[in-house]
């Protein structure tokens, strides 16, 4: 495949990404030319846009999905590949939020996309290195521990789940080489190839009758007197449209957009490590800091390791310098290793932590995982099928969950925004 930058998110260096340098061979998709006509048109071609596009085929619509770079090009093909079931907010947030009854329904659901991942790469037989080892997050300071015991009483009493587990610091040691205070596992946690999967998810989608076109950047959406989405060389007219842009969808549409913030997020990959593997039980881990570090094994024995924040638009110059301190600080027997590949993707938080998803009319969206998204993107997909196939009642409990907009609107969300984020990551240096 060739996955090179266009101009169009381009600097954030996934041609140097692990994953394209170990993607399975896939297609090229011939971008938009001229007026087509569909049932519904999609535009994001990562595992929201694919899935939603996937599921609503399968049910019968005619369906074209227009992806400005290449299939992969956003988070979908560049992530840490952590499998997390649920939400970014835990248990007990939920609760606080919304009451012991919704909180159970919302978690329920989210953890139907594990399920739903899963069936589809059995189903379609993707070979994306899947990896059902669980995951892992390590606390940082012993306060962190008291938290993981509240979460797992409320867990088991609220949501009637008891896969976790609350690991001492020993135990914690003999799973992932770093000293933690102690740690919750989650044992249907895991990891995969994340290109691969979205790559084996569009392979789905066309199978089930999906036209792609790659290179084809949305630039307007005409809502009257009928849904137009219209491209440098083309437009489709559809009865629906899927936003699935996530953090590259940028002025498409202010009302979904003003809901999200994209942060810039980095990734390295080391030489494989051989005997100095540092995570013996090949979970994923990732850990309590609210920069949070994550990483994990690859299937030829590289730490993938992703850790760093950026809130200004432009990636650091040197990305591997970058992330490397963030490393050697949580895995010093790896000082001085080499740093094979290093790569950035743009994470889209909202106010909540929650997704947002829901539809205008019909234009449907969903975005804003807020760095968990692996798996509940294409549940998100499936759910937007179903809404606009004529079954709204699962995406209707997500779409009650609307994020407030970030303060300061279009203009001043990123400043405002900076400076809270600074004065966390300030006080992640005070806690590590
Ligand atoms: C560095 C990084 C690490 C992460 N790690 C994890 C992790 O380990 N676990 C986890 O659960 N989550 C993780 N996430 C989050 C997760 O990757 C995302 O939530 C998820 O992939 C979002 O999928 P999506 O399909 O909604 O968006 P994307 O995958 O970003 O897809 C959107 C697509 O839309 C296209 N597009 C945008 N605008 C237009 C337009 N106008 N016209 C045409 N096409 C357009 C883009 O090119 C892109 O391909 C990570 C994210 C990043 C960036």
Not at 252 to 275: C, D, F, K, Q
Request: glycine share 12%.
């Amino acid at each position: 495949m060739a996955l090179r930058s266009t101009g169009f998110n381009s600097g954030l260096d996934i041609g140097k990404s692990y994953y394209v340098a170990t993607a399975n061979p896939a297609p090229d998709h011939p971008a938009l030319a001229g007026d087509v006509e569909a049932d519904l048109v999609v535009v994001g071609g990562g595992c929201t846009g694919l899935s939603a596009a996937l599921h609503a085929a399968e049910r019968g619509l005619k369906v074209v999905l227009l992806e400005g770079g290449k299939i992969g090009w956003g988070a979908s093909g560049r992530n840490g590949g952590q499998m997390i079931p649920g939400l970014r907010k835990g248990a007990k947030g939920l609760v606080k939020s919304f009451g012991p009854e919704r909180a159970k329904a919302l978690f329920d659901l989210a953890f139907e996309a594990r399920g739903l991942v899963l069936d589809i790469i059995e189903r379609h037989g993707i070979e994306c290195d899947l990896r059902l080892t669980g995951h892992l997050v390590g606390a940082v300071s012993a306060s962190d521990v008291r938290d993981f015991e509240e979460e797992a009483e409320c867990l088991a009493k609220v949501m009637k789940f008891t896969d976790v587990e609350i690991l001492s610091s020993a135990e914690a040691r003999q799973m992932v080489d770093t000293p933690y205070q102690g740690a919750v596992y989650e044992r249907l946690g895991g990891h995969m190839h994340p290109l691969n999967y979205t790559l084996g998810l569009a392979r789905a989608a066309v199978g089930a009758g999906v036209v792609i076109h790659e290179n084809s950047v949305a630039v307007r959406l005409e809502r009257e007197p009928s849904i137009r989405v219209f491209t440098d060389n083309g437009a489709v007219r559809a009865r629906h449209v899927v936003l699935a842009g996530d953090a590259l969808l940028k002025g498409l549409e202010p009302r979904v957009n003003s809901r999200i913030m994209p942060v810039g997020n980095y990734i390295v990959a080391t030489e494989p490590l051989g005997e100095r593997n540092v995570i013996p039980a090949n979970v994923a881990v990732s850990d309590t800091l609210f920069v949070v570090n994550y990483y994990r094994m690859s299937a030829d024995g590289r730490l993938l390791f992703g850790g760093g924040e950026r809130y200004t638009p432009s990636p650091p110059a040197d990305i591997a310098g970058f992330v490397r301190p963030h490393m050697e600080k949580t895995f010093p027997q790896l000082k001085g290793c080499r740093i094979d590949h290093a790569w950035g993707g743009l994470v889209s938080v909202t106010t909540s932590r929650l997704p947002h998803i829901g539809h205008y009319g019909e234009v449907y969206f969903a975005h804003g995982y807020s760095g968990k998204g692996v798996i509940l993107s294409t549940l998100s997909g499936k759910l937007l099928a179903e809404a606009i196939t004529g079954d709204a009642s699962r995406l209707d409990l997500f779409s009650t969950l609307t994020p407030l907009p970030f303060p300061g609107g279009m203009a001043l969300r990123g400043p405002l925004y900076v400076l809270g984020m600074l004065w966390y990551a300030m006080r992640d240096r005070l806690r590590h």
